[in-house]
C-alpha cells in the first residue's frame, strides 16, 4: 500500500517492478516510507478491535496504552536501533545550524548519506516485522504471556483472574542507582488525616514529609487583616442566598436558584449598543413592570452581561433612593439621607465600575464632596426656598472651595434670609473661626449687624421678611454669644458694656420711646451714653429713665462728694516682682495681672478733674458705636430675667439659669468641670456649680497656673454689689428672693475655693465677709422668713467649720417656720440639707436609727412645732412618719400639673419629698430600701421626662432647674456613692445607676464626676471604655469625649505613679499599654465632632497633653491647627507663650495681627525691664 496515494503507481520498497528501470526507482524512492508495514497496520487494527469488543468500560487511553506496551519488545536488536537513533538526535541537535547552510547548497550534496540511512531502516523495518508475526501467533495464550512483556498495571492485562501475578525475572539497573523506585511506577494517592491505619498509637509513629511547596506556605508569615487581599476580601459583599418557598414549607435547606440568561435577541433593537438597563428595556419595548421583587435579580442580570460588576444590595439601595427623590422631591428628609448614603457608597466597591476598575479604584474624598454637591444642587432646583439644604451645600463647599468664596456664598444666603436667627448663628461661627479672614473688630461689627437685622425684622422695620418664630430668643442667644467671644478675644470692658447698656435699654427704658422701632429707641439712647452718667455697676447709677425725666426738667445738679476709698493705685512698677525671671514669665505676670485689675472700662473720674486723654490705655475705653448696633428690645419677662443671669454668671456669680445650649461649647474655655474636690469628699451635699467650664470674667489663667486668685480685687468686688444694689430696686416678691440667693451663693463658692486650695488665712478672711453679708440679707423684712436663705446661711456656717453654730441656724429657721410639713417645697428642702449634713457625720450605720437626721426627717412629717433633738426618736413615731412619706409620695406621683409654672414647683417638691423620704429609710431600714423607693419614683417620672429634657432651653428661654428626674437620679448616685464610702457594698449598683442616667443625660457633669469617680477604682477600664464610646456615638454633647480623656489621663498617671514607685516588680501586673495613643486618638476624635471643632476647652487639653508627654514639634503644630479653628482665644496664645518661650514675639504680632487685646506690648515691657 503506497504512503500517497496520488502515487501509487510507485514501486514497494523491497518489489521489482517488470516494466520499470532503475533509475526511475531511485527518482521516485523519496516517496516511499521504508518503516511502514501493511501487515503491521492490519495487526494493530484488529487488537484494537477486540480489546473495545472485550472491555466496553475501560476508556480508549487504557486501551491504547495497553496495545502499545503488547507491543513493545525486548529484542536486542530494537535495543541496537534505540541506542543508534539517540546518536542520531544528539548528532542533530548539535550541528543543527550547519544544517540550514548545507540545505541551501543543493541536493547532490546529501545524495550519499540517504543510501546508508536506506539500509539501516531497512533491518530495522524487517526485524519489526518478524517480532510483530510471533506477537500475532500468541495473542490467545495471555498468561503465560506475561514474562516477556513489561507490564507494571493490573489494568493493562485485557483478561486477568483473581490469580493473575507477574514474575520480574529481569533486574532494573536503576534502583542500584537511585533512592527510591521511578515516580511513573508508583500509584499515587491523597492521604486523609495524619494517622496511619494498623500501627500502635502509644509506641510508634510515622512521620509524614510535607512536599516543598508546602514547607514553604508554613515558612510565610500569615496576611494581616489590613493587606491588600484581606482588605479586597472584606470590601467585597457575599452573595445574598434567599428563599423563594412560602414560610410555612420547612426545608432543610435554603435552595439557590441559577439564574437563567435571557436570550439577547428581542432587545437588541431597543437597546442596540447595551446602555439601558432592563426597567428602561422593558419600558421601551412596551412590556409591563415584572414586580419589585425580581428587580434586583433583574438589574444584576443585565450589568453582568455588560460586563460590570455590580453590588445588588447597594444597587437597590440607590433605585430606591432615586424613586424616592423622582416622585416626592419636596421630602428633605430623603435628600438628606440620600446625601449621607454616599459616605456609605463609598466604603465599599464601586457598583458602577468594571471588573478590573473596581480592583483599582480610589476613594477619593473630592469625588464623594463632588456627588453630594451634585445632588443637593438637584435637591435646591427642586426646593429653592429651604434653608436646610443650602447649609448643607455650604457645609459640602467648604472642603475644596477657598474662604473668599465661601464667604461670598454665605453673603448671597443671608441676603436671601436676613430673617432666619439660626442661619445668622451658623453664619458668625462660620466667620468667627476662618483663620485666614478673622479680625476682632470685624467679627464684631458681624454681630452688631447681625442684631440690627433681627431687630428690624422683629419690630416690623423690615417689612420684605416676617420674623420667625423664637427670634427674640434666639438674639439675646446671640448678645451673649457676642459677649462671651469679645472676652474670650481679651476685650473684656466691650463685654461688660454691652451687659451695662443692654440693661439700661431694657429695664430703665423711658415711656416716653417705648413705642418707637428698636433704631429710635437706640437714637435716643446715644446721649445719655455719652453723656458721663454713672451706669449700672457704678456708683450712683440711677438709669436711663431717671436721666431723660431729669434732663427734660433741666438737667442733674452736680454735687461733689468726698472721695471716701482714695486709695493710691497700684504702681506699674511694683507688677514686676522679679525681674531675673525670664521675659515671657514676665510678661505672662503682667498680662495677668491687668487682666484681674482692668476688666472695668475707664470712665474719666470728674471729681478729680479726668478727662479722656488721661487714660493710658485707649483700649479700655469703650465707644457707643462698638455696642449700638447691638442693641435689642426683650419684651418677654423670662428673657428680661436671663439676661439678667447671664449678666451674673458672666461675672462669676453661681446661677440657677443655664447658658443657651448653642453658645454653650465656643465659650467653655477652663479647665476647671472635673475639679471637685467636696464632690468626693462629702458627695451627698456637694454643691454643683451650674457653669463649670467658663472664664469668669477678669480671669485668664494658663493651663499650668490654673487659678491665681479666688473671686475678684476691690473694684470687682464693689461692681458687683452695685450691681445688685440696683437690681434690688427693679424686683420684688420672688424675683428679689432669688438674686438675694444668687448673691448668697456667691460667697458660698468662694468659701468652697478656699476649701479646695486649702488656704486656711483666706478661709477666714472670706467666712467673715460671706457670714457679714448673709447677715446683712437675712435683716431685711422680705428675707426674714426666707428658709431658702436661712439655709443657704446654715450651709455656710457648716462648711466654715462651725457645725454647732450651723445647727443653731437650722433649728431656728425649722421652729420659726410655718407648719407646712411635707406640703412646703422650702421646708422640706431644708430639712433634707440638714438631714444629709448630719448623715455625713456618721461613721457607720450602726446607731443610725437614735441619730439627729433621723429625728429631723420624723419631726418633718408631723404637723407640731419644731422641737430641737433631744435624743432617740420613739419607734412608734418612726412607723407614723414612713406611712406619712409613702402616701405623701404617691399622692405627688399621681398629680397632673396644670401649668408649667406649677409643674417647676411641682416637680421641686417632689424630688425634696423623694429625698427625705430615701435618707429616712436609709437611716431607719437600710440602702436597699432606700433604692427601691428612687427606683419607683424614676420608673413614674420616666414618661414625660425625655420631652421636657429635649425641650428645655430649645423652645423656652430661661431654664429653670433641672428636670425632676434628673435631680431625683443625682440623689440616689450620690447616697449610693456615700454608702460605699462609709459601709463595705458592691459597685455594680452604683455603676448601673449611673450609666442608666448617663445615657439619658449625657450632658450633666455631676453624673460624669461621679461616674469617672467610681471607674477609677476599677482594675480593667475596657467596661467604661465600652460605655464612653457608646455614649459618644449616641450624642452630639462634648462632655462624653472630655470625661472619657480625663478618665484615661487619670489612668495613665495612675500607671507611672506606680511604676516610678521602689516596690520591686508590681508595675508588670497593670494591664495597661499605649495609653498615650490612646489618648490622642481620643482627642483626635472629639476635635473631628461638630461641637469639638471650636471648643476652645478640648484644644488646650490637647495641647497641654503633647506638651506633657515631650511632643514639643507636635505640640507646635496642633496650636496653629487650634487657632486655625478658635483664633478668637487668646487664652491659647497665652498656653502656647508658656509651653514655647522662644516664639515670645512671634505669638504676640500674631495676636496684635487679628486685634486680640495685649495689655502688655513688648515696647513697654522693655521700658519696665530697663527701669
Given at each position: 500500500?503506497?504512503?500517497?496515494p496520488?502515487f501509487?503507481?510507485?514501486?514497494?520498497?523491497?518489489?521489482?517492478?517488470a516494466?520499470?528501470?532503475?533509475?526511475?526507482?531511485?527518482?521516485?524512492d523519496?516517496?516511499?516510507?521504508p518503516s511502514?508495514?501493511?501487515?503491521?497496520?492490519?495487526?494493530?487494527h484488529q487488537?484494537?478491535t477486540?480489546?473495545?469488543n472485550?472491555t466496553p468500560?475501560?476508556?480508549p487511553?487504557?486501551?491504547?496504552t495497553s496495545?502499545r506496551?503488547?507491543?513493545?519488545?525486548?529484542s536486542?536488536?530494537?535495543?541496537?536501533l534505540?541506542k543508534?537513533?539517540?546518536?542520531?538526535?544528539?548528532?542533530?541537535?548539535?550541528?543543527?545550524?550547519y544544517?540550514?547552510k548545507?540545505?541551501?547548497?543543493?541536493d547532490s550534496?546529501?545524495s550519499?548519506?540517504?543510501l546508508?540511512?536506506?539500509?539501516?531502516?531497512?533491518?530495522?523495518?524487517?526485524s519489526?516485522r518478524?517480532?510483530?508475526?510471533?506477537?500475532?501467533?500468541?495473542?490467545?495464550?495471555?498468561?503465560?504471556?506475561?514474562?516477556?512483556?513489561r507490564?507494571?498495571?493490573?489494568?493493562?492485562?485485557?483478561?486477568?483472574?483473581a490469580?493473575?501475578?507477574?514474575?520480574?525475572?529481569k533486574?532494573?539497573p536503576?534502583?542500584?542507582?537511585?533512592?527510591?523506585l521511578?515516580?511513573?511506577?508508583?500509584?499515587r494517592?491523597?492521604?486523609k488525616?495524619?494517622?496511619c491505619?494498623?500501627i500502635?498509637?502509644?509506641k510508634q509513629?510515622?512521620t509524614?514529609d510535607?512536599?516543598?511547596?508546602?514547607?514553604k506556605?508554613?515558612?510565610?508569615r500569615?496576611?494581616?487583616?489590613f493587606?491588600k487581599?484581606?482588605?479586597?476580601?472584606?470590601?467585597?459583599?457575599?452573595?445574598p442566598v434567599c428563599?423563594?418557598s412560602?414560610?410555612?414549607?420547612?426545608?432543610?435547606?435554603?435552595?439557590?436558584?441559577?439564574v437563567?440568561s435571557?436570550?439577547?435577541?428581542?432587545?437588541?433593537?431597543?437597546?442596540p449598543?447595551?446602555?439601558?438597563?432592563?426597567?428602561t428595556?422593558?419600558?421601551?419595548q412596551?412590556?409591563?413592570?415584572?414586580?419589585?421583587e425580581h428587580?434586583?435579580?433583574n438589574?444584576?442580570?443585565?450589568f453582568?452581561?455588560?460586563?460590570?460588576?455590580v453590588?445588588?444590595i447597594l444597587?437597590t439601595k440607590?433605585?430606591?433612593?432615586?424613586?424616592?427623590?423622582?416622585?416626592?422631591?419636596?421630602?428633605i428628609?430623603a435628600?438628606?439621607?440620600?446625601?449621607s448614603?454616599?459616605d456609605?457608597?463609598?466604603?465599599?466597591?464601586?457598583?458602577?465600575?468594571s471588573?478590573?476598575?473596581?480592583e483599582?479604584?480610589r476613594?477619593?474624598?473630592?469625588?464623594?464632596?463632588e456627588?453630594?454637591?451634585?445632588?443637593?444642587e438637584?435637591?435646591i432646583?427642586?426646593?429653592?426656598?429651604?434653608?436646610?439644604?443650602?447649609?448643607?451645600?455650604?457645609?459640602?463647599?467648604?472642603?475644596f472651595?477657598e474662604p473668599p468664596?465661601?464667604?461670598k456664598e454665605?453673603?448671597?444666603?443671608i441676603?436671601?434670609?436676613?430673617?432666619n436667627p439660626?442661619?445668622?448663628?451658623k453664619?458668625?461661627?462660620?466667620c468667627?473661626?476662618?483663620?485666614s479672614?478673622f479680625?476682632?473688630s470685624?467679627?464684631?461689627?458681624?454681630y452688631g449687624?447681625c442684631?440690627?437685622?433681627?431687630?428690624?425684622v422683629?419690630?416690623g422695620?423690615?417689612?420684605?421678611h416676617?420674623?420667625l418664630?423664637?427670634?427674640?430668643?434666639a438674639?439675646l442667644?446671640i448678645f451673649?454669644?457676642?459677649?462671651?467671644?469679645?472676652?474670650q478675644?481679651?476685650?473684656?470692658?466691650k463685654?461688660?458694656?454691652l451687659?451695662q447698656?443692654l440693661i439700661d435699654?431694657?429695664f430703665?427704658?423711658?415711656?416716653?420711646?417705648?413705642?418707637?422701632?428698636?433704631k429710635g429707641?437706640?437714637?435716643f439712647?446715644?446721649?445719655?451714653?455719652?453723656?458721663?452718667?454713672?451706669?449700672?455697676?457704678?456708683?450712683?447709677?440711677?438709669?436711663w429713665?431717671?436721666?431723660?425725666?431729669?434732663?427734660e426738667?433741666?438737667?442733674w445738679?452736680?454735687?461733689d462728694?468726698?472721695d471716701?476709698?482714695?486709695?493710691e493705685?497700684?504702681?506699674?512698677?511694683?507688677?514686676i516682682?522679679?525681674?531675673?525671671?525670664?521675659k515671657?514669665?514676665?510678661?505672662?505676670?503682667i498680662?495677668?495681672?491687668r487682666?484681674?485689675?482692668?476688666?472695668?472700662?475707664?470712665?474719666?473720674d470728674k471729681?478729680?478733674?479726668?478727662?479722656?486723654?488721661?487714660?493710658?490705655?485707649?483700649?479700655?475705653?469703650v465707644?457707643?458705636?462698638?455696642?449700638?448696633?447691638?442693641m435689642?428690645?426683650l419684651?418677654?419677662?423670662?428673657?428680661?430675667h436671663?439676661?439678667?443671669?447671664?449678666?451674673?454668671?458672666?461675672?462669676?456669680?453661681?446661677?440657677?439659669?443655664?447658658?443657651?445650649?448653642?453658645n454653650l461649647?465656643?465659650?467653655?474655655d477652663?479647665n476647671?468641670i472635673?475639679?471637685n474636690?467636696?464632690?468626693d469628699?462629702?458627695?451627698l451635699?456637694?454643691?454643683?456649680?451650674?457653669?463649670?467650664?467658663?472664664?469668669?470674667?477678669?480671669?485668664m489663667?494658663?493651663?499650668?497656673?490654673?487659678?491665681?486668685h479666688?473671686?475678684?480685687y476691690?473694684?470687682?468686688?464693689?461692681?458687683?454689689q452695685?450691681?445688685?444694689?440696683?437690681l434690688?430696686?427693679?424686683?420684688?416678691?420672688?424675683?428679689?428672693?432669688n438674686?438675694?440667693i444668687?448673691?448668697?451663693?456667691y460667697?458660698?463658692?468662694?468659701?468652697?475655693?478656699c476649701?479646695?486650695?486649702?488656704n486656711?488665712?483666706?478661709?477666714?478672711?472670706?467666712?467673715r465677709?460671706?457670714?457679714?453679708?448673709a447677715?446683712?440679707l437675712?435683716?431685711?423684712?422680705?428675707?426674714?422668713n426666707d428658709?431658702?436663705?436661712?439655709k443657704l446661711?446654715?450651709?455656710l456656717?457648716?462648711?466654715?467649720?462651725n457645725?454647732?453654730?450651723?445647727?443653731?441656724?437650722?433649728?431656728?429657721?425649722?421652729?420659726?417656720?410655718?407648719?407646712?410639713?411635707?406640703k412646703?417645697?422650702?421646708?422640706c428642702s431644708?430639712s433634707?440639707l440638714y438631714?444629709?449634713?448630719e448623715?455625713?457625720?456618721l461613721?457607720?450605720?450602726?446607731?443610725?436609727?437614735?441619730?439627729?437626721?433621723?429625728?429631723i426627717?420624723?419631726?418633718?412629717?408631723?404637723?407640731?412645732?419644731?422641737?430641737?433633738?433631744?435624743g432617740?426618736?420613739?419607734?412608734?413615731?418612726v412607723?407614723k412618719a414612713?406611712?406619712?412619706?409613702?402616701?405623701a409620695?404617691?399622692?405627688y406621683?399621681?398629680?397632673t400639673p396644670?401649668?408649667?409654672?406649677d409643674?417647676?414647683?411641682?416637680?421641686?417638691?417632689?424630688?425634696?419629698?423623694?429625698?427625705?423620704?430615701?435618707?429616712?429609710?436609709?437611716l431607719?431600714?437600710g440602702?436597699?430600701a432606700?433604692v427601691?423607693i428612687y427606683t419607683?419614683a424614676?420608673e413614674?417620672l420616666?414618661?414625660?421626662?425625655?420631652?421636657k429634657?429635649?425641650n428645655?432651653g430649645a423652645?423656652?428661654?430661661?431654664?429653670?432647674?433641672p428636670?425632676?428626674?434628673?435631680?431625683?437620679?443625682?440623689?440616689?448616685t450620690?447616697l449610693?456613692r456615700?454608702?460605699v464610702k462609709?459601709s463595705?457594698y458592691?459597685?455594680n449598683?452604683?455603676?448601673?445607676?449611673l450609666?442608666?442616667?448617663?445615657r439619658?443625660?449625657p450632658s450633666?457633669?455631676s453624673l460624669w464626676r461621679?461616674y469617672?469617680?467610681?471607674q477609677?477604682?476599677?482594675?480593667?477600664?475596657?467596661?467604661?471604655?465600652?460605655?464612653?464610646?457608646?455614649?459618644?456615638r449616641?450624642t452630639?454633647?462634648l462632655e462624653?469625649?472630655l470625661f472619657?480623656?480625663q478618665?484615661?489621663q487619670m489612668?495613665?498617671?495612675?500607671?507611672?505613679?506606680?511604676q516610678?514607685?521602689d516596690?520591686?516588680?508590681i508595675?508588670?501586673?497593670i494591664?495597661?499599654?499605649?495609653?498615650t495613643?490612646?489618648?490622642?486618638?481620643?482627642?483626635?476624635?472629639?476635635?473631628?465632632?461638630?461641637n469639638?471643632?471650636?471648643?476652645?476647652?478640648l484644644?488646650r487639653?490637647?495641647?497641654n497633653?503633647?506638651?506633657s508627654?515631650g511632643?514639643?514639634?507636635?505640640?507646635?503644630?496642633?496650636f496653629?491647627?487650634?487657632?486655625?479653628?478658635?483664633?478668637?482665644t487668646?487664652?491659647?496664645?497665652?498656653d502656647?507663650?508658656?509651653?514655647f518661650?522662644?516664639?515670645?514675639?512671634?505669638?504676640?504680632?500674631?495676636?496684635t495681627?487679628?486685634?486680640?487685646?495685649?495689655?502688655?506690648p513688648?515696647e513697654e515691657?522693655?521700658?519696665?525691664?530697663e527701669?
Amino acid at each position: 500500500m503506497a504512503l500517497f496515494p496520488a502515487f501509487a503507481g510507485a514501486a514497494e520498497p523491497g518489489e521489482t517492478s517488470a516494466g520499470s528501470s532503475e533509475g526511475s526507482r531511485k527518482d521516485l524512492d523519496w516517496l516511499s516510507n521504508p518503516s511502514f508495514s501493511t501487515e503491521d497496520a492490519l495487526l494493530v487494527h484488529q487488537r484494537t478491535t477486540e480489546i473495545a469488543n472485550s472491555t466496553p468500560g475501560k476508556s480508549p487511553l487504557i486501551s491504547r496504552t495497553s496495545s502499545r506496551s503488547e507491543l513493545s519488545g525486548e529484542s536486542d536488536s530494537d535495543e541496537n536501533l534505540k541506542k543508534s537513533s539517540k546518536k542520531r538526535k544528539k548528532k542533530k541537535k548539535k550541528h543543527h545550524h550547519y544544517k540550514t547552510k548545507k540545505k541551501a547548497k543543493g541536493d547532490s550534496s546529501s545524495s550519499e548519506p540517504d543510501l546508508d540511512t536506506k539500509h539501516v531502516k531497512d533491518k530495522a523495518t524487517a526485524s519489526g516485522r518478524n517480532r510483530e508475526k510471533e506477537a500475532a501467533a500468541n495473542l490467545g495464550d495471555k498468561t503465560s504471556n506475561l514474562t516477556n512483556n513489561r507490564f507494571v498495571w493490573l489494568d493493562d492485562i485485557q483478561a486477568f483472574t483473581a490469580e493473575t501475578f507477574r514474575i520480574d525475572k529481569k533486574s532494573d539497573p536503576a534502583n542500584w542507582a537511585y533512592k527510591s523506585l521511578y515516580r511513573g511506577d508508583i500509584a499515587r494517592y491523597k492521604r486523609k488525616g495524619e494517622s496511619c491505619l494498623g500501627i500502635d498509637a502509644k509506641k510508634q509513629c510515622i512521620t509524614w514529609d510535607s512536599p516543598a511547596s508546602q514547607k514553604k506556605q508554613s515558612q510565610r508569615r500569615p496576611e494581616r487583616y489590613f493587606s491588600k487581599n484581606n482588605v479586597k476580601t472584606l470590601n467585597t459583599d457575599g452573595i445574598p442566598v434567599c428563599s423563594k418557598s412560602s414560610p410555612s414549607d420547612s426545608a432543610a435547606f435554603i435552595p439557590v436558584f441559577q439564574v437563567e440568561s435571557s436570550d439577547p435577541s428581542d432587545t437588541t433593537e431597543v437597546n442596540p449598543l447595551g446602555i439601558y438597563d432592563p426597567s428602561t428595556t422593558v419600558w421601551l419595548q412596551g412590556k409591563g413592570y415584572k414586580g419589585s421583587e425580581h428587580e434586583p435579580e433583574n438589574t444584576q442580570q443585565a450589568f453582568q452581561e455588560s460586563g460590570i460588576n455590580v453590588n445588588p444590595i447597594l444597587m437597590t439601595k440607590v433605585e430606591e433612593y432615586n424613586k424616592k427623590v423622582r416622585e416626592n422631591p419636596r421630602d428633605i428628609n430623603a435628600w438628606m439621607e440620600f446625601v449621607s448614603f454616599q459616605d456609605e457608597l463609598m466604603r465599599g466597591p464601586s457598583p458602577y465600575a468594571s471588573m478590573g476598575e473596581q480592583e483599582v479604584r480610589r476613594k477619593s474624598l473630592k469625588l464623594i464632596l463632588e456627588k453630594k454637591l451634585a445632588i443637593l444642587e438637584r435637591a435646591i432646583e427642586s426646593n429653592p426656598s429651604n434653608v436646610d439644604l443650602k447649609l448643607a451645600r455650604l457645609k459640602v463647599c467648604t472642603e475644596f472651595w477657598e474662604p473668599p468664596a465661601l464667604i461670598k456664598e454665605w453673603q448671597k444666603l443671608i441676603f436671601i434670609h436676613p430673617n432666619n436667627p439660626e442661619l445668622w448663628k451658623k453664619y458668625l461661627l462660620f466667620c468667627q473661626s476662618q483663620f485666614s479672614t478673622f479680625s476682632v473688630s470685624k467679627i464684631n461689627g458681624l454681630y452688631g449687624k447681625c442684631l440690627t437685622t433681627l431687630a428690624a425684622v422683629q419690630d416690623g422695620s423690615m417689612v420684605s421678611h416676617p420674623p420667625l418664630p423664637g427670634t427674640e430668643e434666639a438674639m439675646l442667644a446671640i448678645f451673649i454669644q457676642q459677649c462671651h467671644f469679645l472676652r474670650q478675644a481679651g476685650h473684656s470692658e466691650k463685654a461688660v458694656s454691652l451687659f451695662q447698656a443692654l440693661i439700661d435699654f431694657t429695664f430703665f427704658k423711658p415711656d416716653s420711646v417705648k413705642d418707637l422701632p428698636t433704631k429710635g429707641q437706640v437714637e435716643f439712647f446715644e446721649p445719655f451714653w455719652d453723656s458721663g452718667e454713672p451706669r449700672i455697676g457704678e456708683k450712683g447709677a440711677r438709669g436711663w429713665r431717671a436721666w431723660m425725666h431729669q434732663q427734660e426738667k433741666g438737667g442733674w445738679i452736680a454735687v461733689d462728694k468726698p472721695d471716701d476709698d482714695d486709695e493710691e493705685e497700684i504702681d506699674e512698677d511694683e507688677e514686676i516682682k522679679d525681674k531675673t525671671l525670664p521675659k515671657w514669665h514676665i510678661w505672662l505676670d503682667i498680662e495677668y495681672s491687668r487682666e484681674a485689675r482692668h476688666w472695668l472700662p475707664w470712665r474719666p473720674d470728674k471729681t478729680k478733674k479726668q478727662t479722656e486723654e488721661d487714660c493710658e490705655d485707649p483700649e479700655r475705653q469703650v465707644l457707643f458705636d462698638d455696642l449700638g448696633p447691638s442693641m435689642i428690645q426683650l419684651s418677654n419677662p423670662d428673657l428680661q430675667h436671663q439676661l439678667l443671669y447671664s449678666f451674673l454668671q458672666f461675672l462669676g456669680v453661681p446661677c440657677i439659669s443655664k447658658l443657651f445650649p448653642p453658645n454653650l461649647y465656643i465659650a467653655m474655655d477652663e479647665n476647671n468641670i472635673f475639679d471637685n474636690v467636696l464632690s468626693d469628699e462629702k458627695p451627698l451635699t456637694s454643691i454643683d456649680v451650674p457653669l463649670s467650664g467658663f472664664n469668669t470674667i477678669g480671669h485668664m489663667d494658663t493651663m499650668l497656673r490654673g487659678r491665681q486668685h479666688i473671686g475678684h480685687y476691690k473694684d470687682g468686688e464693689e461692681f458687683i454689689q452695685n450691681v445688685f444694689h440696683a437690681l434690688y430696686l427693679l424686683f420684688s416678691g420672688k424675683e428679689k428672693s432669688n438674686l438675694s440667693i444668687c448673691w448668697l451663693q456667691y460667697e458660698i463658692s468662694k468659701v468652697v475655693q478656699c476649701l479646695q486650695t486649702k488656704n486656711k488665712k483666706k478661709l477666714k478672711a472670706q467666712g467673715r465677709k460671706s457670714k457679714k453679708l448673709a447677715k446683712n440679707l437675712l435683716k431685711a423684712p422680705d428675707n426674714r422668713n426666707d428658709l431658702s436663705l436661712w439655709k443657704l446661711y446654715a450651709y455656710l456656717e457648716w462648711l466654715l467649720g462651725n457645725i454647732d453654730d450651723a445647727r443653731k441656724v437650722f433649728d431656728t429657721a425649722l421652729s420659726t417656720a410655718e407648719t407646712g410639713g411635707l406640703k412646703s417645697p422650702k421646708l422640706c428642702s431644708l430639712s433634707l440639707l440638714y438631714a444629709q449634713l448630719e448623715v455625713e457625720l456618721l461613721e457607720s450605720l450602726e446607731g443610725a436609727v437614735t441619730s439627729r437626721a433621723v429625728h429631723i426627717l420624723t419631726k418633718l412629717t408631723e404637723s407640731g412645732p419644731y422641737v430641737p433633738y433631744k435624743g432617740q426618736v420613739l419607734s412608734v413615731n418612726v412607723l407614723k412618719a414612713r406611712k406619712t412619706y409613702e402616701h405623701a409620695v404617691q399622692d405627688y406621683l399621681s398629680k397632673t400639673p396644670v401649668s408649667d409654672r406649677d409643674q417647676v414647683g411641682e416637680s421641686n417638691q417632689l424630688v425634696n419629698l423623694v429625698g427625705c423620704y430615701a435618707v429616712f429609710q436609709y437611716l431607719t431600714v437600710g440602702i436597699d430600701a432606700a433604692v427601691l423607693i428612687y427606683t419607683q419614683a424614676s420608673e413614674k417620672l420616666q414618661v414625660p421626662a425625655p420631652e421636657k429634657c429635649e425641650n428645655t432651653g430649645a423652645n423656652s428661654g430661661i431654664q429653670n432647674l433641672p428636670s425632676a428626674l434628673e435631680a431625683v437620679t443625682l440623689l440616689h448616685t450620690n447616697l449610693l456613692r456615700f454608702h460605699v464610702k462609709i459601709s463595705v457594698y458592691p459597685l455594680n449598683p452604683l455603676r448601673e445607676a449611673l450609666t442608666e442616667a448617663l445615657r439619658r443625660y449625657p450632658s450633666n457633669q455631676s453624673l460624669w464626676r461621679s461616674y469617672v469617680h467610681v471607674q477609677r477604682k476599677s482594675h480593667s477600664a475596657s467596661k467604661a471604655r465600652r460605655f464612653f464610646d457608646g455614649v459618644t456615638r449616641s450624642t452630639s454633647s462634648l462632655e462624653p469625649w472630655l470625661f472619657a480623656i480625663q478618665a484615661e489621663q487619670m489612668r495613665k498617671k495612675l500607671t507611672e505613679h506606680v511604676q516610678r514607685a521602689d516596690v520591686g516588680e508590681i508595675y508588670s501586673t497593670i494591664p495597661e499599654t499605649g495609653l498615650t495613643n490612646r489618648i490622642i486618638a481620643l482627642f483626635e476624635h472629639a476635635i473631628q465632632s461638630e461641637n469639638g471643632t471650636h471648643c476652645p476647652l478640648l484644644w488646650r487639653m490637647y495641647l497641654n497633653f503633647l506638651v506633657s508627654v515631650g511632643k514639643k514639634e507636635k505640640s507646635k503644630g496642633l496650636f496653629y491647627k487650634a487657632i486655625q479653628n478658635c483664633p478668637w482665644t487668646k487664652v491659647l496664645y497665652m498656653d502656647a507663650i508658656e509651653y514655647f518661650p522662644d516664639q515670645l514675639q512671634e505669638t504676640l504680632d500674631l495676636m496684635t495681627e487679628k486685634e486680640l487685646r495685649v495689655r502688655v506690648p513688648m515696647e513697654e515691657l522693655d521700658l519696665l525691664l530697663e527701669v
